[in-house]
């Protein structure tokens, strides 16, 4: 029973900036590493960014120096701040996670729906 839900997609202009959201509910006993991917029309599906339970992050290079990945484990919830945004940046967004969702068992990967970022004048 595990949901992820990204908000805070929409549309802005080049140069811009976004603060993408998504928070992790239902049965939870544990999360580790999460992330977030995005995917472009006729394109295939790219990684972007992700980051640790420590915080340690990786960064794909197309957004290295404009994004920022951050989380709130109390929340269980990842962020996405991204500056400087180009029409490249346009995507269906989405954030994933590994998750223990039973005590009986280990972490397994868990995909939000995804929320539309449009870089556009």
């Known amino acids: 029973q595990v949901q992820l839900v990204e908000s805070g997609g929409g549309l802005v202009q080049p140069g811009g900036s976004l603060r993408l959201s998504c928070e992790a509910s239902?049965?939870?006993?544990?999360?580790?590493?999460m992330g977030w991917s995005r995917q472009a029309p006729g394109k295939q599906r790219e990684f972007v960014a992700s980051i640790t339970v420590g915080s340690t992050t990786t960064y794909a290079d197309s957004v290295k120096g404009r994004f920022t990945i951050s989380r709130d484990n109390a929340k269980n919830t990842v962020y996405l701040q991204m500056n400087s945004l180009k029409p490249e940046d346009t995507a269906l967004y989405y954030c994933?996670?590994?998750?223990?969702?039973?005590?009986?068992?280990?972490?397994?990967?868990?995909w939000g729906q995804g929320t539309q970022v449009t870089v556009s004048s």
């Open positions: 239902g049965r939870i006993f544990g999360i580790n590493v």
């Open positions: 994933n996670a590994a998750i223990r969702s039973d005590y009986r068992n280990w972490y397994q990967d868990y």
